[in-house]
Structure formats: structure tokens, C-alpha cells
């Protein structure tokens, strides 16, 4: 280091700011389905909420990564989502490791455990009712294709277009995203 700042050898040179590295990583994926890419912002977002945009990439430790599981836990976001999310940002630390941004990756010890959550709730007519009475028309329409229309939320209900639907015939054709790479699952 001293040999560096006498202008004898080069220096490190730092690794890029959290909030432009991240920007740069889950725009480049332009093939993904639009509710994956959504949820790679929603952790991005956190990461920079947490971190700051300005954070340099290379000073965030594995203690770190354990406080942001703390941070999301204090958003009071169910323990799946919690999970999912810390699972995201080890994949884009692991990307700064392959891209040779950083030597490290904080969230390496990040689980790929499924987390279930055990306190699921049936949903109701009347509560769904309730829900629709309240709702603006574009969730409206969401709760209604998931409660009524059997459609996963969010991502059959928003892949669906209206080419899909065939008022004439009563008929809506429902791809499945979650399943159309799996062998006969289009």
C-alpha cells in the first residue's frame, strides 16, 4: 500500500459502488420473466437500502450479509421472502467473485434451503369479497384471476394478455411460467 500511494506500483483499484453494480447485473438480463425480474429489484433495492448505493462492493463482509438478514427480518417480511432474498444476494455477489469485482463472496454461507411458511391461511369468499370491495381495479382483477381463476399470483396472473382471451368462446389460455421449463410443462 505504501508503495502505491508513493506512486511506485499501482494501486487496487476499488470495486465498483453496490447501487451501479447492481443496476449494470439485473439489467443485462434481459431474457427473464417479468416477475423474476421484479424480485431481483426488490432485493436490489433492499441491498442499496441497506448498504447504500454508494457502498463499495468489496467492504461488505460476511457479518454484513448476517445484519441484512436482520435488516429484512426488522421489514417484517414473511421468513420465504426473508429466505429468497438473502438467496439472490449471494447469487449477485457471486457474480461480482466470477466477474473478478471482488474475491469473496459475504453471502456464501446464505442457505439454498426452502423455507416453508407454516402459517398459511385459507382465503375465504367473504375475505375475498372484502378484499375486492377495497382494492383498485388492477389489483382488483389480480385477486379475482387468483381466488376465482385458480391463476398463481403473481405470475400466471401477469403473464397473461389479452390475445390469451377469447370472449367469444368464454375461454382464457393460461401459460405457466413457473412450469414451462420442465419437460411437458408449457
Known sequence: MRLANLGIIG??????????????YVSQWTDMKAATSEIWRHTARNLNDHFGKNRDLATITP?????????????????????????FARSFFRAAVWRRIITENPFADVSQQWVC????????????????????????????????????????????????VDLASGRMTVSSPKTEHHQGGD
Open 63 to 87: 457479518g454484513d450479509a448476517d445484519d441484512f438478514k436482520q435488516y429484512l427480518n426488522g421489514l417484517k417480511l414473511a421468513k420465504t421472502t426473508v429466505s429468497k432474498r438473502r438467496q
Open 117 to 164: 411458511n407454516r402459517k398459511r391461511h385459507f382465503v375465504s369468499r367473504e375475505e375475498t369479497e372484502r378484499l375486492l370491495e377495497v382494492a383498485d381495479p388492477t389489483f382488483r382483477v389480480i385477486i379475482a384471476l387468483g381466488r376465482y381463476g385458480a391463476l398463481r399470483v403473481p405470475c400466471e396472473a401477469l403473464s397473461l394478455r389479452w390475445d390469451d
Open 11 to 24: 494501486g487496487k483499484e476499488a470495486s465498483p459502488p453496490l447501487g451501479k453494480f447492481l443496476r449494470n
